[in-house]
């Protein structure tokens, strides 16, 4: 199989089923990176059509020493928020009925949808942190890349990944039994001080 | 506020993939809600990537409009067979013009021409210089008193290198003479 890097590359040279295996890839990705800013999923649809469309005019500026996926997640945010100020979508919060199979866990998880588990916590977190938190995990970037990516500094990005990480913790409650196994040995407890 | 440090130390050894500073781990070590935080951020990554796939699938399913890049791709290749192209720009250009124009009356000054000699003029001109002409003896004067100040000064300085001399033979007790006298002088 080949790597994303690899097939921008010979998108680049021209290879047109090359970017539609590009394009099937990260369609999903980009759906769920973009869906929390914009108010529905109609124009969230519309902006990952914009946003392949954008990058298929302008494959031939790929640089390849870059990732694929940070190409695509800073054109992706960039056209957002060009987007935003000219037709002023209006933002909102996702709501389960629009989000068909993504769920809302603010409001109760809906049924069908407890496999998604964490994410699906994470979809209540502020757009930018969970933004953040789908390219550290999701997307398994950098820090720099991140901040590549949305347009913000590292530091910015640290402390946003530290907020989703403390508001994540608040909204699934205590760390599940699955964690213990996973979390490094800690010392023997005392006193609780925090 | 201890724990809000180490919580932040411990996002930050997330990122970054290093250690625990020694205090946070001390830290944590005594504290039950922190050590509780550590474990829950170290397995974030394993969670997070176990849901991904069922997270994605929950995606609701869209097509792509792959005819919009029909379009893209011909106007990338009529970009790439055009290449750049230098395309003026009105506005600067004549801002441009503009800059150059009013540097040109700052640096030069509009000056009426001089007026065309007359024929009166010629005329006395003509005249000056027949006056000058028809007088040679004041020239070769002039030329005589030049050449005897040149000759004075030639005598006056002969003089100074006889005394020089003379000076320094009775003064070292030698005898200084002219092996070839010099032929301009």
Same mark, same amino acid.
């Given at each position: 199989?080949?790597?994303?890097?690899?097939?921008?590359?010979?998108?680049?040279?021209?290879?047109?089923?090359?970017?539609?295996?590009?394009?099937?890839?990260?369609?999903?990705?980009?759906?769920?990176?973009?869906?929390?800013?914009?108010?529905?999923?109609?124009?969230?649809?519309?902006?990952?059509?914009?946003?392949?469309?954008?990058?298929?005019?302008?494959?031939?500026?790929?640089?390849?020493?870059?990732?694929?996926?940070?190409?695509?997640?800073?054109?992706?945010?960039?056209?957002?928020? #060009?987007?935003?100020?000219?037709?002023?979508?209006?933002?909102?919060?996702?709501?389960?009925?629009?989000?068909?199979?993504?769920?809302?866990?603010?409001?109760?998880?809906?049924?069908?949808?407890?496999?998604?588990?964490?994410?699906?916590?994470?979809?209540?977190?502020?757009?930018?942190?969970?933004?953040?938190?789908?390219?550290?995990?999701?997307?398994?970037?950098?820090?720099?890349?991140?901040?590549? !990516?949305?347009?913000? #500094?590292?530091?910015?990005? #640290?402390?946003?990944?530290?907020?989703?990480?403390?508001?994540?913790?608040?909204?699934?409650?205590?760390?599940?039994?699955?964690?213990?196994? !996973?979390?490094?040995?800690?010392?023997?407890?005392?006193?609780?001080?925090? | 506020?201890? +724990?809000?440090?180490?919580?932040?130390?411990?996002?930050?050894?997330?990122?970054?993939?290093?250690?625990?500073?020694?205090?946070?781990?001390?830290?944590?070590?005594? +504290?039950?809600? +922190?050590?509780?935080?550590?474990?829950?951020?170290?397995?974030?990554?394993?969670?997070? !990537?176990?849901?991904?796939?069922?997270?994605?699938?929950?995606?609701?399913?869209?097509?792509?409009?792959?005819?919009?890049?029909?379009?893209?791709?011909?106007?990338?290749?009529?970009?790439?067979?055009?290449?750049?192209?230098?395309?003026?720009?009105?506005?600067?250009?004549?801002?441009?013009?503009?800059?150059? !124009?009013?540097?040109?009356?700052?640096?030069?000054?509009?000056?009426?021409?001089?007026?065309?000699?007359?024929?009166?003029?010629?005329?006395?001109?003509?005249?000056?210089?027949?006056?000058?002409?028809?007088?040679?003896?004041?020239?070769?004067?002039?030329?005589?008193?030049?050449?005897?100040?040149?000759?004075?000064?030639?005598?006056?300085?002969?003089?100074?290198?006889?005394?020089?001399?003379?000076?320094?033979?009775?003064?070292?007790?030698?005898?200084?003479?002219?092996?070839?006298?010099?032929?301009?002088?």
């Amino acid at each position: 199989m080949k790597t994303d890097e690899e097939l921008a590359r010979e998108a680049r040279a021209g290879s047109r089923p090359a970017f539609e295996e590009l394009a099937l890839r990260y369609k999903r990705r980009l759906f769920v990176y973009l869906r929390p800013r914009l108010a529905s999923d109609q124009d969230t649809e519309d902006m990952v059509q914009e946003t392949f469309l954008k990058l298929y005019r302008n494959i031939d500026r790929y640089d390849p020493t870059y990732r694929f996926s940070t190409w695509l997640y800073t054109a992706a945010t960039r056209l957002t928020i #060009s987007s935003y100020r000219k037709k002023r979508i209006a933002a909102g919060p996702l709501r389960a009925e629009e989000a068909g199979g993504v769920a809302d866990p603010a409001g109760g998880p809906p049924a069908g949808a407890d496999t998604a588990g964490l994410w699906d916590s994470a979809r209540a977190l502020a757009e930018s942190q969970f933004r953040v938190l789908w390219l550290r995990y999701g997307e398994d970037m950098d820090v720099a890349e991140i901040a590549r !990516a949305v347009g913000k #500094s590292r530091v910015a990005v #640290s402390l946003l990944l530290h907020r989703a990480r403390m508001n994540l913790m608040k909204r699934t409650g205590a760390a599940p039994a699955g964690a213990m196994a !996973a979390a490094k040995p800690a010392a023997a407890g005392g006193p609780t001080a925090g | 506020m201890l +724990c809000h440090l180490a919580r932040k130390a411990i996002s930050g050894s997330e990122d970054r993939g290093k250690a625990l500073p020694r205090w946070a781990g001390r830290h944590i070590s005594r +504290c039950e809600a +922190c050590r509780e935080h550590a474990r829950f951020a170290a397995s974030l990554r394993t969670r997070l !990537a176990g849901d991904r796939a069922a997270f994605l699938a929950a995606v609701p399913e869209f097509p792509l409009k792959e005819v919009a890049w029909n379009e893209a791709g011909m106007e990338r290749k009529e970009r790439a067979s055009l290449g750049r192209r230098l395309v003026l720009r009105p506005i600067p250009a004549a801002a441009g013009l503009l800059a150059v !124009a009013a540097a040109a009356f700052l640096v030069f000054r509009v000056v009426p021409r001089e007026q065309v000699p007359t024929a009166g003029d010629r005329a006395a001109a003509r005249a000056a210089f027949k006056s000058i002409v028809a007088a040679p003896d004041e020239f070769r004067v002039a030329l005589t008193g030049a050449e005897s100040s040149l000759e004075k000064e030639k005598r006056i300085w002969e003089s100074s290198v006889v005394s020089a001399v003379e000076y320094l033979q009775a003064r070292l007790n030698i005898r200084i003479e002219r092996r070839d006298p010099p032929k301009s002088l």
